[in-house]
């Protein structure tokens, strides 16, 4: 069974910075591809970016430019860099494990989720 901890939510302004951590334990890591999600109040999950196993990275389209995702297969932990923060950004953001290449972007396609981290972006 693979664990998942995510770190590094907070309050920050509009034009700010966060850095989102997303630890693993359990499992072949470099063998997962790991997804970002973000969720508000009564909206469904929404796809941010992912790492897949094969070394791609994908992105939402309101967030590219602005997220990079990066991943330390040494470390276990995959990275969500966010800069230039909006206030639309404000979200639980979730990490999630899966062994997908195509279908990243679908939440019911991941088999494991980390329990969110909490960021607000103030404008």
């Known amino acids: 069974q693979v664990q998942l901890v995510e770190s590094g939510g907070g309050l920050v302004q509009a034009g700010g910075s966060l850095r989102l951590s997303c630890a693993a334990s359990?499992?072949?890591?470099?063998?997962?591809?790991i997804g970002w999600f973000r969720q508000t109040p009564g909206k469904e999950r929404e796809f941010v970016a992912a790492?897949?196993?094969?070394?791609?990275?994908y992105y939402a389209d309101s967030v590219k430019g602005r997220f990079t995702i990066s991943r330390d297969n040494a470390k276990n932990t995959v990275y969500l860099q966010m800069n230039n923060l909006k206030p639309e950004d404000t979200a639980g953001y979730y990490c999630?494990?899966?062994?997908?290449?195509?279908?990243?972007?679908?939440?019911?396609?991941?088999?494991?989720w980390g329990q969110g981290t909490q960021v607000t972006v103030s404008s």
């Open positions: 359990g499992g072949a890591f470099s063998r997962y591809t």
């Open positions: 999630a494990s899966g062994y997908m290449r195509r279908t990243y972007p679908i939440p019911h396609e991941y088999n494991y």
């Open positions: 790492s897949v196993w094969s070394g791609d990275t």
